[in-house]
Structures are given as structure tokens and as C-alpha cells.
């Protein structure tokens, strides 16, 4: 089985602007959660997907959002990019099965350099 | 609201030493608890799981036992080789239980010298 997969692996931006990450999940998971990598802040969870429908948010501002598709492939969006949104950012999926002790599966990352 | 602590690194270590990464949490209920590593320029892999109390999860020769009592679960190894370099975090569901999305400790980096 194909892991999960994040594209692009590296982006630059500059401050202001908006990105668009791309995760696809392994096969037959239905669950899309992502995270944020920093040196300071360690690792952070941002949002959950599942069934198209966000289930559980983090502590972020509104500018980071995101979106899951019926084939469970998600996408996340910063907007007005800030200094401090430069990050990896981690995309999980599980399989979400009730009553199951989910393991998430992570992908490799998204490098993203806001300049 | 529920935590995960995890000792400072980094941690160096010669080959063939032994390794204890010290993890404590702060949950409600017996969640599952995990320990995830990221090796340089990569994503995190799962190491092992544990998903009630005295469950011993075990992998490529880590161990780490759930210990209710001590709300601990303690990472280990006998004996360690260069290629175990890396950052382990100990992790736990987000809201207690088996589903959600995990809280991690700040992560632990082993670096293991020839």
C-alpha cells in the first residue's frame, strides 16, 4: 500500500500571500488530520477531516484553514502568511473506525519558507 | 487539559549503550499511548503503541510499558546503534480514548556516536 503522500515537499512564499497544501491519503482511510512542525512550538495539531467535515480543530487563527474531498484527499490553506507560519507541516490519515485504537500514518511534510 | 512531558534532550549515547527516554502524561481516563520518530528530513514513523495499562508495546528492539499508577510510559532500549539517531516524541490522543488526533511531548533527540 502506497503511504500517504504531501505535495508540494517545499514551498517559498512571501509574507501576505496564501498557499495551498495538497495530502493524499493512504487507501481506504477516511481520516485527514495535520499538524505543524516547528522548532519553538514543537509539534501542534491544527484540524481533523473526516467525511468531508472538519471534527476537531486546534488552536489556530481562522487564516489556516482547510477542506477534504469525497476521495478523502485533503487540502490546507494559510492566507495573509506571516513570518511565523514558516513550518512543516504534517498531514496524517488513519482509518477512523469506530471502537478501533486509531494509529495515524504521517506523511513526509510540506517545508514551507515564508520570506 | 491533557499533556504529554517528556525529558530534554538531546540525549548522545555511544553504540551498544542503553537508552531510557523518560515520558509522563496527564490524561483523562487510560487513552492509547504512542511513541513516533522522526529521523532528519523526514516525516514521523509510529514506533510502538500501548493501548491499555501493563500493555508492553515493543518494536526493532524499543520497549515501553503503559504504567497506569505512574502515569508513565518510558521509552527503552538495550542496546543502541548509530542508525537509531533521531527525534522520538511520546504522543497521546487529543481528547482521551482510542480516536482523535494526539497531543505530543516536545520530542527527544538521540544522537548515538561509533
Known amino acids: 500500500k502506497a503511504g500517504v503522500t504531501q505535495t508540494p515537499r517545499y514551498l517559498i512564499k512571501t509574507r501576505g500571500q496564501q498557499v495551498t497544501l495538497s495530502c493524499s491519503p493512504i487507501s481506504g482511510h477516511r481520516s485527514v488530520s495535520w499538524y505543524q512542525q516547528t522548532p519553538g512550538q514543537g509539534l501542534q495539531f491544527l484540524f481533523e477531516y473526516f467525511s468531508e467535515t472538519q471534527r476537531n480543530k486546534g488552536n489556530f487563527p481562522g487564516r489556516f484553514s482547510g477542506r477534504q474531498f469525497s476521495n478523502s484527499r485533503s487540502e490546507m490553506n494559510v492566507s495573509t502568511l506571516e513570518l511565523g507560519d514558516s513550518a512543516l507541516y504534517l498531514c496524517?490519515?488513519?482509518?477512523?473506525?469506530?471502537?478501533?485504537?486509531?494509529?495515524?500514518?504521517f506523511g513526509p511534510g510540506t517545508r514551507l519558507t515564508v520570506l | 487539559g491533557d499533556s504529554v512531558t517528556q525529558m530534554e534532550g538531546p540525549v548522545t549515547l555511544s553504540e551498544e549503550a542503553f537508552l531510557t527516554i523518560n515520558c509522563t502524561y496527564t490524561?483523562?481516563?487510560?487513552?492509547?499511548l504512542f511513541w513516533y520518530v522522526q529521523y532528519p528530513g523526514e516525516g514521523l514513523q509510529l514506533l510502538l503503541k500501548?493501548?491499555?495499562?501493563?500493555d508492553k508495546g515493543s518494536n526493532k528492539g524499543f520497549e515501553a510499558t503503559y504504567r497506569k499508577e505512574t502515569t508513565s510510559f518510558h521509552l527503552e532500549k538495550g542496546s543502541v546503534q548509530v542508525s537509531d539517531s533521531a527525534v522520538y516524541f511520546c504522543?497521546?490522543?487529543?481528547?482521551?480514548?482510542?480516536?482523535?488526533?494526539?497531543?505530543f511531548g516536545k520530542g527527544t533527540k538521540l544522537s548515538v556516536k561509533p
Open positions: 490524561a483523562t481516563g487510560y487513552p492509547s
Open positions: 496524517a490519515s488513519s482509518p477512523r473506525l469506530a471502537g478501533s485504537t486509531d494509529t495515524q500514518y
Open positions: 504522543a497521546l490522543p487529543l481528547r482521551g480514548g482510542s480516536q482523535g488526533n494526539l497531543i
Open positions: 500501548a493501548t491499555k495499562a501493563d
